[in-house]
């Protein structure tokens, strides 16, 4: 598969929230900068979402019509959507973080 780079990479406001909450001593915000420095890379550097698997959650929230799934490390998932923006073109924003289970919860996955 080509590299794409993208020019930019954007976070939901969600998102950003949350990270301040955090702290910068969290792992989280670490894990999203280096996501963040990946998808600069490569934007389609995530797993690819069939349109018909997009959870009405990502479509209602965030008006998502494509999505790509990151693995973080410890089981952590995070959901990016492509979107174009009038001066440089197609970039990511990263919508969000959640374990295994609320991503599983999210698209209707059955856990064991």
């Known amino acids: 598969m080509a590299r794409r780079p993208s020019p930019a990479v954007f976070l939901s406001k969600e998102l ?3 990270l301040k909450e955090l702290g910068p001593n969290h792992k989280f915000p670490k894990w999203v900068e280096d996501m963040k420095s990946v998808l600069k890379e490569n934007m389609l550097a995530g797993e690819c979402i ?3 698997q997009i959870p009405r959650h990502y479509v ?3 008006g998502a019509n494509n999505l790509y799934r990151y693995d973080h490390p410890e ?3 995070s959901c990016y959507t492509l979107t174009e923006h009038n001066d440089m073109g197609v970039c990511p924003t ?3 973080i959640k374990t295994h289970d609320e991503y599983d919860k999210i698209f209707g996955y059955r856990t064991r």
Request: net charge positive; aromatic share 20%.
């Open 50 to 52: 069939r349109k018909r």
């Open 75 to 77: 089981g952590y998932r």
């Open 16 to 18: 950003e929230d949350f």
């Open 60 to 62: 209602m929230r965030y």
């Open 94 to 96: 990263i919508l969000d």
